[in-house]
T-cell receptor
Framework: DAMVIQNPRYQVTQFGKPVTLSCSQT?????MYWYQQKSSQAPKLLFH???????NEADTPDNFQSRRPNTSFCFLDIRSPGLGDAAMYLC??????????????FGDGTRLSIL | AQKITQTQPGMFVQEKEAVTLDCTYD???????LFWYKQPSSGEMIFLIY??????QNATEGRYSLNFQKARKSANLVISASQLGDSAMYFC??????????????FGSGTRLLVRP
């Protein structure tokens, strides 16, 4: 089945220690998104890639970076995680950016804990 | 002002009964799309149903239907014959169609549904 896969499901890191979360997709979609979701809140868009074109949201902290080496993979790098970065991180894809009726397809998420 | 409002933080429903989850939205665009997602406790976001602003018929997908009232700017999700597996957080989301930011999904704050046996 075509899908969006996130690894790992659970990640524990130390305060200040860089961490990388990964996302892969078999849908061959052009757009990949990263969301941060804190407990009992709605997902918050951090950034997205349209093909190789990176688009940062204005309020995304500099601590968060992303890489998309090819169509299938996208990584979220947190350079110096703080306690406030503990959250669920969701990766999503869509076929295109502006096709209004196309849903975003989400992975299972990575739950990040900071010690 | 919030663009998507879900006024029910939590709801209960008895198994096999129908339940309506409320969603109102605010936009000045004529073209927009409305989505409902389900998020179980395990965390994945599952797409349920879509309604376009120009769609004349209410969307339906199996046990899910969308009660779309354009003049009232509401897009309520109706789940018929509730099952225990329907217990989850439900998010209403909108994509506005006429601006540079229309790639974004704007989410409501969610409604937590608990189905009682």
């Amino acid at each position: 089945d075509a899908m969006v896969i996130q690894n790992p499901r659970y990640q524990v890191t130390q305060f200040g220690k860089p961490v990388t979360l990964s996302c892969s997709q078999t849908l061959n979609h052009n757009v990949m998104y990263w969301y941060q979701q804190k407990s009992s809140q709605a997902p918050k868009l951090l950034f997205h890639y349209y093909d190789k074109d990176f688009n940062n949201e204005a309020d995304t902290p500099d601590n968060f970076q992303s890489r998309r080496p090819n169509t299938s993979f996208c990584f979220l790098d947190i350079r110096s995680p703080g306690l406030g970065d503990a959250a669920m991180y969701l990766c999503a894809t869509s076929r295109d950016r502006y096709e209004g009726n196309q849903p975003q397809h989400f992975g299972d998420g990575t739950r990040l804990s900071i010690l | 002002a919030q663009k998507i409002t879900q006024t029910q933080p939590g709801m209960f429903v008895q198994e096999k009964e129908a339940v309506t989850l409320d969603c109102t939205y605010d936009t000045s665009d004529q073209s927009y799309g409305l989505f409902w997602y389900k998020q179980p406790s395990s965390g994945e976001m599952i797409f349920l149903i879509y309604q376009g602003s120009y769609d004349e018929q209410n969307a339906t997908e199996g046990r899910y239907s969308l009660n779309f009232q354009k003049a009232r700017k509401s897009a309520n999700l109706v789940i018929s014959a509730s099952q225990l597996g329907d217990s989850a957080m439900y998010f209403c989301a909108m994509r506005e169609g006429e601006r540079d930011s229309s790639y974004k999904l704007i989410f409501g704050s969610g409604t937590r549904l608990l189905v009682r046996p």
